[in-house]
């Protein structure tokens, strides 16, 4: 539980679950959303000291010939690796809590949403008052992020495979967005869920 004076949801799901669709519609109903991909991102640009580190540990190869970080070959090397994962988590997650930190505590709007892939994997669920989940059926997490990112269903299943499992994440939810079917359908669910999440605020405000 956050001790935060903003109340901030957590907003999580599968890899291909649709977090950034259900993010961009809460932005569109004026909150401030914080991404952790792009605090992960923020972590690694070149001059960071996180990067230094990775060069000295992965070689060469990790950086692309202007000095930034070749993702896809990093996402190649820890994957097939749990160790190599667990090592570059041990030297990003502390350098990515102090970004979330920092961006929440600027957040100028009623509430604050924290998009996470790894919101339940990390600490980053100690930022955050409730957890909101975007769910589908894995068949259709495996569908779409082929057709978004491109890549086989083998490595897409490893990303699955290292993140919480479809009924861990459920069973820490505080809300759930189905999103199995048409894009249409999030815009209710999520306009339904900004007025809760109004009156939430409200509450702990006033605490």
């Given at each position: 539980?956050?001790?935060?004076?903003?109340?901030?949801?957590?907003?999580?799901?599968?890899?291909?679950?649709?977090?950034?669709?259900?993010?961009?519609l809460?932005?569109?109903?004026?909150?401030t959303?914080?991404?952790?991909?792009?605090?992960?991102?923020?972590?690694?640009?070149?001059?960071?000291?996180?990067?230094?580190?990775?060069?000295?540990?992965?070689?060469?190869?990790?950086?692309?010939?202007?000095?930034?970080?070749?993702?896809?070959?990093?996402r190649?090397?820890?994957?097939a690796?749990?160790?190599q994962?667990?090592?570059?988590?041990?030297?990003?997650?502390?350098?990515?809590?102090?970004l979330?930190?920092?961006a929440?505590?600027?957040?100028?709007?009623?509430?604050?949403?924290?998009?996470s892939?790894?919101?339940l994997?990390?600490?980053?669920?100690?930022?955050?008052?409730?957890?909101?989940?975007?769910?589908?059926?894995?068949?259709?997490?495996v569908?779409?992020?082929?057709?978004?990112?491109?890549?086989?269903?083998?490595?897409?299943?490893?990303?699955?495979?290292?993140?919480?499992s479809?009924?861990?994440?459920?069973?820490?939810?505080?809300?759930?967005?189905?999103?199995?079917?048409?894009?249409?359908?999030?815009?209710?669910?999520v306009?339904?869920?900004?007025?809760?999440?109004?009156?939430?605020?409200?509450?702990?405000?006033?605490?």
């Amino acid at each position: 539980m956050s001790d935060s004076i903003m109340f901030t949801v957590g907003l999580t799901g599968g890899i291909g679950s649709g977090k950034s669709a259900v993010a961009q519609l809460f932005r569109e109903h004026g909150i401030t959303v914080v991404d952790a991909d792009q605090a992960a991102r923020e972590a690694v640009l070149p001059g960071s000291p996180a990067l230094a580190e990775i060069r000295t540990h992965f070689g060469a190869p990790v950086l692309k010939e202007n000095g930034s970080l070749n993702r896809a070959w990093l996402r190649g090397a820890v994957f097939a690796d749990p160790k190599q994962r667990q090592w570059l988590e041990a030297l990003l997650h502390p350098a990515i809590a102090v970004l979330i930190d920092e961006a929440l505590a600027n957040a100028a709007s009623p509430y604050a949403i924290l998009e996470s892939p790894l919101l339940l994997e990390t600490s980053q669920h100690t930022l955050v008052n409730r957890i909101l989940v975007v769910d589908v059926s894995e068949a259709t997490q495996v569908a779409r992020a082929i057709q978004r990112d491109g890549g086989d269903e083998a490595q897409i299943r490893a990303i699955m495979d290292a993140q919480i499992s479809r009924y861990g994440r459920l069973g820490r939810a505080d809300d759930i967005i189905d999103n199995d079917g048409p894009l249409a359908a999030l815009e209710p669910a999520v306009a339904a869920l900004h007025q809760r999440y109004l009156a939430l605020a409200a509450q702990h405000a006033g605490q």
